[in-house]
């Protein structure tokens, strides 16, 4: 297995632009993270899903920010529109089960000028 | 709320074992204790996890107190890629409670030559 993927990698964008961020879980994982990584606030859980329905979104930091997950395979974390403050990584996890085993995707780092 | 304690940085030398502490005093009785690493660049990783007796993998070694409010993951003998951050988090049995899997600040282990 690929292992969770996750694109772009890098993406450099001016404010106002939107984002989108795009995750493939490992195949047969039911359960997907979306988490923020900055210095000054470490890892931060943003949203999660089980069995493809948002379960808690309380992370997410306003509305600006929205994640669906149209099937197993497939999820994407959008900002619009995105602002300075919202250069991050963004970590995508997934898990076959809700208490199991988190895998992280190689994470997208997002630069807003 | 990360609900586990740990502290915020560790030295060690290569070739040295290595002790990484963390407190999860509030941990209910299904409740698995997992340990993830992050190096430099890269999305966490998975090292290990236990319920109550000790664990053992080629990476590491986990030992879990008797009252199960703290952990201590062992590194035998810590080598320069050990150098990470490395967090200890909850995470509930498959049949548990579904909360949200939080990581703290962990501990960033620094490994000297």
């Known amino acids: 297995d690929a292992g969770v993927i996750q694109s772009p990698r890098h993406e450099v964008t001016e404010m106002g632009q939107e984002v989108t961020l795009r995750c493939k879980p490992i195949?047969?994982?039911?359960?997907l993270f979306w988490y923020r990584q900055t210095m000054m606030r470490g890892l931060e859980l943003l949203i999660y899903?089980?069995?493809?329905?948002?379960?808690?979104d309380s992370g997410m930091p306003e509305d600006r920010f929205s994640a669906k997950m149209p099937n197993a395979s497939f999820s994407t974390l959008k900002i619009q529109p995105s602002e300075p403050r919202d250069s991050a990584v963004y970590f995508c996890a997934s898990s076959a089960q809700q208490g199991g085993e988190l895998f992280f995707g190689e994470g997208s780092r997002l630069t807003v000028l | 709320d990360a609900k586990t304690t740990q502290p915020n940085s560790m030295e060690s030398n290569e070739e040295e074992p290595v002790h990484l502490p963390c407190n999860h005093s509030t941990i209910s009785g299904t409740d698995y204790i997992h340990w993830y690493r992050q190096l430099p660049s890269q999305g966490p990783e998975y090292v290990i996890h236990?319920?109550?007796s000790n664990v053992n993998n080629r990476m590491a070694s986990l030992a879990i107190a008797e009252d199960r409010k703290s952990s201590t993951l062992i590194l035998h003998r810590a080598t320069l890629r050990d150098a990470a951050v490395y967090y200890c988090?909850?995470?509930?049995?498959?049949?548990?409670?579904?909360?949200?899997?939080?990581f703290g600040r962990g501990t960033s282990l620094i490994v000297h030559p």
């Open positions: 988090i909850r995470r509930p049995s498959a049949s548990g409670g579904s909360y949200i899997p939080t």
């Open positions: 899903f089980n069995n493809n329905v948002p379960i808690d």
């Open positions: 195949s047969g994982h039911n359960s």
């Open positions: 236990g319920l109550t």
